[in-house]
């Protein structure tokens, strides 16, 4: 009897279990850095795209606020980031982030009360060994909640901090993957990398392996991706104001559930 019945049946509204891939939008970058082009109106994005996407990765307020347009048989399944971090914010920026943070802003059972597929946490390396220790015990923690509740974890890694470079960029990837399914995460989500290492994660990995693009890629490129082992892709905001990101989207969908 499999107990974890109720998980299994969450994280195949977002990873299709006829072909076991997944197409996802992340819309929670405005939570950080404010609304970018494209995600000024979370209601008419959602509108837009809600067909499209097997699920939508959204912050506990956006979620609470458009639930009428997430969910169901015909829409994309709604996934619930459950932290903040000000990491994204560059020198640029008008508040520039002067100690970078990561705190919870949810947790699995409020994700579960909102109605989420699944709940989704940040993994940020690169910062230094405090916070990336209490990033650690912070998922951790909550990986043990989500087992509880039957909820999937996805673990977002992101190695951007300032002690990231070329040379250890790949090495990143590879120990942020394997601390985070010892952590207890269901998924994980990839940022882009070389196929080499797409591969090799993709055949050790014991959980779905998502890729993160910044761009709709190419039928080639997502086809090589899919070959490493990957389960499928993540857009992130940036990809939304390309001229003909309907169509491009509409296409990856469908080279995705061929």
């Not at 809600?50 to 969910?71: C, R, S, Y």
């Not at 080499?196 to 039928?219: F, H, N, Q």
């Amino acid at each position: 009897m499999n107990i974890n019945v109720g998980k299994n049946i969450r994280m195949s509204d977002f990873i299709d279990s006829k072909d076991n891939r997944s197409m996802l939008l992340d819309l929670t970058v405005t939570s950080s850095i404010g609304a970018q082009p494209g995600t000024e109106n979370i209601s008419e994005t959602l509108k837009q795209y809600n067909t499209i996407f097997d699920g939508i990765i959204l912050n506990p307020g956006q979620l609470e606020h458009h639930a009428n347009l997430v969910g169901g048989k015909l829409r994309a399944a709604p996934l619930v980031r459950v932290d903040w971090t000000n990491a994204y914010r560059d020198k640029e920026f008008c508040l520039p982030a002067a100690t970078v943070k990561r705190v919870s802003l949810s947790d699995g059972a409020d994700a579960l009360t909102l109605g989420a597929s699944a709940a989704v946490a940040t993994f940020l390396l690169g910062f230094g060994e405090d916070l990336e220790s209490e990033n650690i015990k912070s998922i951790s923690l909550l990986a043990r909640e989500c087992y509880r509740l039957s909820l999937p974890l996805v673990v977002d890694i992101r190695p951007i901090g300032g002690n990231i470079s070329a040379d250890n960029y790949t090495g990143s990837i590879k120990l942020g993957a394997s601390f985070m399914m010892e952590a207890g995460a269901d998924a994980l989500i990839l940022p882009e990398c070389e196929p080499e290492t797409c591969k090799l994660i993709g055949m050790w990995a014991t959980v779905p392996v998502i890729m993160r693009c910044d761009e709709v890629p190419t039928s080639e490129k997502a086809q090589r991706m899919l070959e490493a082992g990957m389960t499928g892709i993540v857009l992130s905001e940036k990809s939304l104001p390309v001229p003909g990101f309907d169509g491009k989207a509409t296409a990856l969908r469908s080279l995705l559930h061929q």
